[in-house]
Nanobody, 122 residues
């Protein structure tokens, strides 16, 4: 599976962005799809994931109530709608595909996109 994330950019605090991740490969629908982020000088952290089998979603506490993850298996695409953005959301956002559980660890994912920069100004 090859992944390409896009949709990042510069936005003011309180604004919104929608990230997309396009996947190639016929087995996209069989993977959990997740979003992680990494700020300068910090470790990569889990943001959200959507399970392949049930469509269940899981969020980091920092994302709950503000971010929404969704997937379109017909289009091999996963989305991350981010609302009420804060300066602390500034990071490079990565999409990932994996099949292991639990889903909130980077090592649960086998394939990674190249990342897209999100910058939130105060």
């Amino acid at each position: 599976v090859q992944l390409q994330a896009y949709g990042g950019g510069l936005v003011q605090a309180g604004g919104s962005l929608r990230l997309s991740c396009a996947a190639s490969g016929r087995t996209f629908s069989r993977y959990n799809m997740g979003w992680f982020r990494q700020a300068p000088g910090k470790e990569r952290e889990f943001v959200a994931t959507v399970a392949w089998s049930s469509g269940s979603t899981f969020y980091a506490d920092s994302a709950k109530g503000r971010f929404t993850i969704s997937r379109d298996n017909a289009k091999n695409t996963v989305f991350l709608q981010m609302n009420s953005l804060k300066p602390e959301d500034t990071a490079v956002y990565y999409c990932a595909a994996g099949s292991r559980y639990p889903v909130d660890r980077a090592r649960d994912y086998d394939y990674w996109g190249q990342g897209t920069q999100v910058t939130v100004s105060s």
